[in-house]
């Protein structure tokens, strides 16, 4: 039976809600910018013809990809701190899938560093499959395990989770999988038309044409389902219904935007839905944080999961101080990496696999437009 957050809520401390609100927009960020990273290692095999190309795709992200995962280890350390109990009964209910996830995160990143040690195709398919793997794992369980939170999942007295891995695979998750591995997808290809040129462009654009449809489908129909667990509990949530209904327009939009070659628009418009999504959940959720299906006496709400007030005072201040100096680096970081990759027109054929090497990674030598 699935539930959702009643109408009604008791008095919360503003810090409580500010930290909840704060855990929302790390996750938002998360998955922004690491959906598109997600998006290209997905991609990977099907957008490129040899290894320059895929240089090329992975050269996108070069800059960045590592910067993005910090929004990760922002938002489990803001979980950890500000709502220990969250945190808690979280990792021990969901221990396998977010060992899965971290497992995945960790080959794909000694992937990145690692595939350009040697110049042996095998090396580097080795490397490359990594890739692949380590983008489409986090992308599908990472959707599983938020609509499992929202869903509701057997927690009994004392914060413990009654269930097993199991649980955790019904349908409702299963869809929520989906969608953010076709969401975060579609957000790689846009991402990529973006930043690439000639005839790697044109492949990045027509995967996207081809993926917006499935993505605009599965958002509508998770989206959908969780109205309708909502309605079913006699509750819509706190949800504004102009923030589920813009997600989805914006992804439906994406083929038009590309066929009129908008491609910033059509980021945008991805953005839009990842970031719409995640809001419809977190708006779904509170005041909960995690959802009990066996009662509602065991529901985790900010207020009975959260922290000692010092301590959410604490944080606060440390948030208000870093938070800005982290946006104005990491805003800066892709300004100065803002150009497209490009391909270049031809290169020289090096008896040496060192020269080879050599030459491939100047496809990060770029002029902006």
């Not at 101080?321 to 090096?350: D, E, M």
């Amino acid at each position: 039976m699935y539930t959702v957050i009643a109408s009604a809520s008791p008095s919360y401390t503003g810090l409580e809600i500010f930290w909840f609100l704060v855990i929302a927009v790390l996750w938002s960020m998360y998955f922004l910018l690491e959906g598109f990273d997600f998006g290209i290692g997905m991609l990977l095999p099907f957008l490129s013809k040899d290894d320059l190309d895929r240089r090329v795709l992975i050269n996108t992200i070069g800059p960045v990809w590592d910067g993005n995962e910090v929004w990760l280890l922002t938002a489990g350390g803001a979980t950890f701190a500000a709502f220990p109990n969250w945190y808690a009964t979280l990792f021990s209910g969901f221990y396998l899938p977010l060992f899965l996830i971290l497992a995945a995160l960790i080959f794909r990143g000694v992937a990145f560093e690692f595939r350009a040690k040697r110049a042996f195709p095998a090396w580097r398919s080795a490397w490359d499959k990594a890739i692949f793997w380590g983008s489409v794992i986090p992308s599908l369980l990472w959707g599983v395990a938020f609509a499992n939170i929202l869903r509701g999942v057997p927690i009994g007295p004392n914060e413990s989770y009654l269930g097993s891995f199991f649980n955790l695979l019904n349908p409702y998750a299963l869809l929520g999988g989906v969608t953010t591995l076709l969401l975060f997808a579609l957000h790689g290809a846009v991402f990529a038309s973006l930043k690439t040129t000639d005839a790697m462009q044109e492949r990045a654009r027509k995967a996207a044409k081809g993926l917006a449809p499935a993505a605009a489908a599965a958002l509508l129909g998770f989206l959908t389902w969780t109205y309708l667990n909502a309605h079913h509990a006699h509750n819509t949530g706190i949800v504004p219904p102009l923030v589920p209904v813009l997600a989805i327009a914006a992804v439906a939009l994406v083929g038009w935007l590309l066929r009129e070659k908008l491609e910033g628009w059509a980021f945008l418009a991805t953005a839009m839905g990842v970031v719409g999504l995640v809001a419809t959940i977190f708006l779904n959720l509170y005041p909960r944080v995690m959802v009990s299906s066996i009662s509602k006496t065991y529901d985790l709400t900010i207020g009975n999961a959260s922290s000692a007030p010092y301590t959410l005072k604490v944080m606060t201040i440390v948030a208000l101080i870093f938070t800005p100096l982290v946006l104005v680096y990491q805003g800066w970081s892709y300004w100065v990496f803002r150009a497209r990759v490009k391909r270049p027109p031809q290169i020289h054929r090096a008896s040496d696999p060192s020269e080879t090497e050599q030459s491939s990674l100047t496809v990060s030598a770029v002029e902006p437009d």
